[in-house]
């Protein structure tokens, strides 16, 4: 009899034990979900924020993070329809609010989303057209403010200096080097650099991103991705997207 009290009492333990982890996790399921509502009422909002561009790389993570388990399938279906339903849906009329977000950090979020969108292994074509949208919206951004067009054709800049943090460099190397190149250029001191520059910037981080799905043999840039990015920016600079 002592057995079998000590035995249930055991038992009704770890019954607790789990109900109370089950309810933990809805929890933090039900705060990720609200946190998600937040951001989709602040892209929703009139005379929408540059700032919104800092969205796409932490909501892409997000969904990379929760694509593996089974539980976090909502934050996942909400997350991928927040980013390619609202925020790569935003529009941002010239001119460009240089004081609220630097067009370097615009280049160094395309890289760090390229970078990505290199590694990711899971994920599936959910994440695949996120990332997908994501590039595009940060190229479509550029060209709507002539960053692309001055790279093109440096007299088309206006000759108004935008803030440039030093990224050039972002496209090179790999890995975690790579990550650490656009990490110090976003947190770089400004430095005063024409239009022309920055668009240049962005279209070397295409480029290389071009040559490393065609080179590298673990590279995991989706071939649709490829296919768009090259077609958006070969009118503008035909040498960096060359044909396989």
Do not use: Y
Request: with cysteine; net charge positive.
């Amino acid at each position: 009899a002592e057995v079998d009290r000590r035995l249930g009492a055991m038992v009704r333990l770890r019954m607790q034990e789990q109900g109370a982890a089950k309810e933990r996790r809805q929890q933090q399921l039900h705060f990720k979900l609200r946190i998600v509502d937040l951001l989709d009422a602040l892209a929703r909002s009139r005379g929408a924020s540059p700032l919104l561009l800092l969205l796409p790389l932490p909501l892409l993570r997000t969904m990379a993070a929760s694509s593996s388990n089974k539980e976090d399938k909502p934050v996942l279906e909400r997350v991928a329809s927040l980013l390619r339903q609202r925020v790569c849906k935003l529009s941002l009329p010239p001119p460009w609010r240089a004081a609220a977000l630097p067009p370097s950090r615009v280049v160094a979020e395309l890289a760090s989303v390229l970078a990505l969108g290199e590694k990711t292994r899971g994920g599936g074509a959910t994440l695949a057209v996120a990332i997908t949208d994501s590039v595009v919206l940060f190229l479509r951004v550029l060209s709507q403010h002539g960053f692309l067009d001055a790279a093109a054709d440096p007299t088309l800049s206006n000759g108004a200096a935008a803030p440039l943090a030093s990224g050039a460099d972002a496209s090179e190397g790999k890995g975690k080097k790579r990550k650490k190149q656009a990490a110090a250029a976003a947190a770089a001191e400004p430095a005063a650099t024409s239009e022309a520059e920055v668009g240049a910037s962005a279209l070397a981080e295409i480029g290389a991103s071009v040559h490393r799905f065609f080179t590298q043999k673990n590279c995991r840039l989706n071939r649709k991705m490829i296919h768009e990015v090259r077609a958006a920016a070969a009118n503008r600079t035909p040498t960096i997207c060359p044909s396989p």
